[in-house]
């Protein structure tokens, strides 16, 4: 860790985005970038990226532009993207079902191992190359997982997150529109996607662009 530790969390989210669009110009074999080149790709304006770039220690030079292959190597040591992180799915309904169907690995370090399900039918079944395994085996089976993903419905969302907790999960990405409680040891990201939907829509109306 050391030094991603001083790097802004505004800054830190944006490092996935970056890290894919450098990769992809690595990949067709591009030495190096512009912040202009940056910013029409990623959608984020050429300040922000300059000063981005330069908790990342990488100094774009007039006329240059960045080292494609630095910038990678920095991505890649600070996304960790050479390890994988273990990741448990709970609850195997129309949302878990699609993700355990998503391949994460296609530009991610993450990769759901296991899933779980309440529902004997599914208990045993493969979905996306992923075993699903009944909820009451949770501890049991979950091995070295670190990250769980949540999509049971809301009611459950507390029961299992202790359990979770209790079996050393440190983060969580919820997907229930429950508000969960966690020891402050543990990350929580809450995706609710229909408060997602309504609050684009209100923006569209309120604040046209
Ligand atoms: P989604 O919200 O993902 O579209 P859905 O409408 O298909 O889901 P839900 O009722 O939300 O179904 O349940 C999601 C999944 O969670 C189902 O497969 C259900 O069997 C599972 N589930 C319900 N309770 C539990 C539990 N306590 N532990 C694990 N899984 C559970």
């Not at 309904?93 to 004997?120: C, E, P, R, S």
């Not at 599914?122 to 993903?149: C, F, Q, R, W, Y």
């Amino acid at each position: 860790m050391g030094d991603e530790m001083k790097i802004p969390q505004a800054t830190a989210k944006r490092l996935p985005l970056y890290y894919r669009f450098i990769n992809n110009l690595y990949l067709q074999g591009k030495l190096r970038v512009s912040s202009k080149e940056l910013s029409d790709a990623v959608k984020v304006d050429s300040a922000t990226i300059r000063r981005d770039f330069s908790y990342f220690g990488a100094l774009g030079k007039k006329g240059y532009g960045y080292n494609v292959e630095h910038l990678l190597q920095f991505f890649r040591r600070t996304l960790d993207q050479d390890e994988t992180t273990e990741v448990a799915l709970i609850g195997v309904g129309n949302l878990g079902t699609a993700f355990l169907n998503y391949n994460f690995m296609k530009n991610n370090n993450t990769k759901i191992v296991v899933a779980f399900d309440a529902n004997d039918r599914l208990v045993g079944t493969e979905i996306g190359g992923v075993p699903v395994a009944h909820i009451d085996d949770l501890e049991e089976k979950m091995g070295n997982v670190s990250v769980a993903i949540l999509t049971v419905p809301s009611q459950e969302a507390q029961g299992i997150t202790d359990r979770l907790v209790e079996r050393g999960v440190s983060g969580i990405l919820n997907f229930t529109p429950a508000r969960i409680s966690v020891p402050p040891t543990v990350r929580v990201h809450h995706i609710d996607l229909s408060v997602e939907l309504q609050s684009l829509a209100y923006f569209l109306k309120h604040y046209p662009l």
